[in-house]
């Protein structure tokens, strides 16, 4: 089982991969200024507790944090020294969140981080090329425990010989969604795949996008389908 946490709410665009973001459509579609961010009133989740005493999120769960918003935003500064108190007083919890601004991670990581925590595992986005190039080299360089990569939604071809090794637990892949959603290709998903397999690194096609392009042909995908055709595809690998 596993556990959303969005201590806040909000985000402001950064990259090409932010231009359709899916906060922003569902955001609009309620009247809600996205760009906007604000504390959440389920801030504390992770040390919520029950009458009896025992925490509302069990031991051994996964909580996926901040993924209405992005962890290491700036205008979450102020807030953010006491989410990290949370997740370090539950250790036995293990939370992943993704970012496209790890070029901001040493300057917000709390005193007592070290090589990293045990507990904590950290998804570099890398939606292009140009993106890849930039933030790998940083996201590799530093103390992480448990490092992932994230190309979702995936824009184009991404080489990432020499920017990434087996010390990456695990790369996803998947298309972007939306009716402005635009072409994620075969051929892109299977060229990271094969760098995972030459690598050594586990890789999951999570979902083919609103528009798939396969053997030519660009395919429109309803919603529903577009993470069961991923898993039909078999690309899946685990290290």
């Not at 370090?88 to 969140?97: G, H, I, K, M, Y």
Request: charged share 30%; aromatic share 14%; glycine share 6%.
């Amino acid at each position: 089982m596993s556990f959303l946490w969005n201590p806040w709410h909000g985000c402001q665009k950064i990259s090409e991969g932010c231009r359709h973001c899916y906060v922003y459509r569902i955001d609009t579609k309620h009247g809600r200024d996205p760009s906007e961010v604000t504390r959440n009133k389920d801030f504390d989740l992770p040390i919520k507790k029950k009458k009896n005493g025992e925490y509302k999120i069990p031991s051994g769960e996964t909580v996926y944090t901040c993924f209405s918003s992005d962890f290491l935003l700036d205008v979450a500064d102020r807030w953010r020294d006491e989410a990290w108190r949370y997740i370090r007083e539950r250790q036995d919890l293990d939370f992943v969140f993704l970012t496209k601004r790890i070029h901001r991670l040493e300057e917000c990581l709390p005193d007592d981080w070290g090589d990293g925590y045990d507990n904590v595992i950290i998804g570099c986005t890398c939606e292009n090329q140009q993106m890849a190039d930039f933030r790998m080299p940083i996201f590799m360089s530093l103390p992480i425990k448990h490092r992932i990569v994230i190309s979702e939604p995936l824009l184009g071809y991404i080489d990432f010989c020499g920017l990434a090794d087996n010390r990456i637990e695990k790369f996803v892949v998947g298309g972007e969604s939306g009716d402005e959603a635009r072409v994620c290709d075969f051929e892109w998903v299977k060229g990271i795949r094969d760098f995972c397999v030459n690598n050594k690194i586990s890789f999951s096609f999570k979902q083919t996008g609103a528009r798939f392009r396969k053997d030519g042909k660009i395919y429109s995908i309803p919603r529903k389908y577009q993470f069961e055709q991923a898993k039909k595809s078999k690309l899946d690998v685990m290290f």
